[in-house]
């Protein structure tokens, strides 16, 4: 992705964890992890949203780590419906951010399974931000934030997603009196507003 991606194979419960990891320019504010979308449908950590958003968290000065789920490119394992990619992720968060300032992302399916991996890491782990796209309501159970980390909480979605509808992602937030911020137009993928999705990361970011 830049001049400073870095390979790396990290350990998980079923085997070998493939991983990429991009740094910032200057010292780094922390580590963000990011989850990519659902493995059966062509999900890896490759995906054009996924990279937006590690650019996005790169470029505000974190150090971004993405992965592919277990079955996925040189990972070890079978897709599990999002329990053991959950528990990937808290293996990926061990590894690369035993301490220090943690940030969480995910699009799609990887916003279900960080929103379970986040309800195992706070409150016994300060969360900095936490940026969900697609957010995958309409299929998974979604864990909800807990109310502390909403300030430190982006959801984008986009108006005409027609995989993810985005009344099923108010119907999730709505109970929480989680804000949605929602692209016009915007298709699931963001295709033609990539640029738009990353400025509106980067503006939660830098906030």
């Known amino acids: 992705m830049n001049a400073h991606t870095e390979k790396l194979i990290l350990q998980g419960e079923a085997g070998a964890i493939e991983a990429l990891r991009d740094e910032p320019s200057g010292s780094a504010k922390g580590v963000a992890v ?68 943690l940030a969480l992302a995910g699009f799609s399916f990887g916003s279900f399974v960080a929103s379970h ?23 998974f159970q979604v864990a909800p934030i807990a109310a502390p980390l909403h300030e430190k909480t982006c959801v984008i979605h986009g108006e005409q997603d027609d995989t993810v509808s985005l009344a099923s992602v108010m119907d999730w937030a709505r109970p929480q009196s989680l804000p949605v911020t929602v692209v016009p137009g915007g298709g699931h993928f963001f295709h033609g ?7 509106l990361v980067v503006r939660h970011l830098m906030a």
Do not use: Y
Not at 46 to 58: C, E, I, M, S
Not at 122 to 139: H, L
Not at 193 to 199: A, E, I
């Open 34 to 101: 990011v989850a990519h979308p659902h493995p059966l449908f062509g999900g890896t950590m490759d995906n054009k949203v996924v990279q937006t958003l590690a650019r996005a968290f790169v470029q505000c000065g974190w150090t971004v780590v993405r992965f592919n789920f277990r079955g996925v490119g040189a990972s070890a394992g079978e897709h599990d419906a999002g329990a053991g990619e959950a528990r990937d992720l808290l293996r990926v968060i061990e590894q690369v951010a035993p301490h220090g300032p």
């Open 193 to 199: 507003q990539l640029p738009l999705l990353k400025s």
């Open 117 to 139: 991996a986040l309800v195992a890491v706070w409150p016994g782990r300060e969360i900095e931000k936490i940026v969900f796209v697609g957010t995958a309501t309409q299929r």
